[in-house]
């Protein structure tokens, strides 16, 4: 009998467990829901398998093919973009594991359609931001300039000892392809900031080639990364492909993340 009374708990306890999962779990819809109210400028509303633009235009959602890591890279649709949680706060615990990339997985059409279609239309939308004694372009759209300005105040809190690691900065916007591939990086919409390169860890600059990420490796202080993720950026130290200086604003992977954390750091 103690037996049987074992085998019962235990199919209790994982019933239960399978339970608790499916509750803590951010659906797709959901995602989107978060999605559309961090750009309220640009979607109309979420429909069937489509997002409505108040331009009139719409995008597909999930385009119903199965894709590696690799193939999510380059061709992915809204559904991959959302589809890794970026960790927050007590929810990023070290080395990311293999292939987990959160926001590295970027809809290119969705971003054009956010911040400029063309390198002329993308320079358009941006403007001056004064960082640490310089000057800085960043795109005005969707808050995006106005969040680095609070970043910069979160920083300008910290003590001097921090100043160095980004007080220098490596750029903003470049209309440019990411190295080695033939996508759009973030900073050719000016919606993407490097800190100071001279303590940054990149997995290419380590000596990676795909398939091949060397050993994380990071130097940035964690006060420096919560300023800003406060102000809705991610930080590319939280990806398997390691970026350590690399922040961009995207207030919706911030957004899915604090609920995460909130349902006790959902994956
Ligand atoms: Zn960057």
């Known amino acids: 009998m103690p037996g049987i009374i074992t085998a019962t708990c235990l199919i209790v306890l994982l019933i239960g467990g399978v339970a608790a999962n499916a509750a803590n779990d951010i659906s797709l819809s959901r995602r989107l829901e978060i999605l559309k109210n961090a750009y309220p400028d640009a979607i109309k509303d979420i429909q069937a398998n489509l997002i409505i633009m108040h331009d009139g235009t719409s995008m597909q959602i999930d ?79 969707h808050g995006a300039a106005e969040a680095l300005e ?29 190295s080695g591939t033939k996508r759009l990086s973030v900073h050719s ?12 860890n990149y997995w290419r600059w380590a000596g990676g080639k795909p398939g091949r990420v060397p050993k994380y490796q990071n130097q ?16 590319g130290g939280k990806w398997y492909h390691f970026d350590t200086m690399h922040f961009e604003y995207r207030p919706e992977l911030i957004a899915i993340g604090k609920l995460a954390e909130e349902r006790g750091c959902t994956r």
């Open 220 to 235: 940035i202080p964690h006060e420096i990364v919560t300023a800003f993720e406060r102000h809705g950026f991610i930080w």
């Open 63 to 141: 385009d119903g093919i199965t894709k590696d890591h690799q193939t999510r890279l380059k061709k992915a649709d809204i559904k991959d973009s959302l589809s890794q949680i970026y960790p927050l706060g007590a929810c990023f615990t070290g080395p990311p594991n293999r292939n987990f990339d959160p926001g590295r997985i970027r809809n290119s059409q969705f971003m054009r359609m956010l911040y400029g279609k063309t390198k002329s239309k993308a320079r358009n939308n941006l403007t001056r931001i004064s960082w640490f004694g310089s000057r800085v372009l960043f795109n005005r759209r």
């Open 150 to 178: 609070l970043v910069r105040e979160s920083l300008e809190k910290l003590p001097e000892k921090y100043a160095r690691y980004f007080n220098k900065t490596a750029g903003t916007f470049n209309w440019r392809m990411i």
């Open 189 to 200: 919409f000016g919606a993407a900031i490097d800190i100071n390169t001279r303590y940054a």
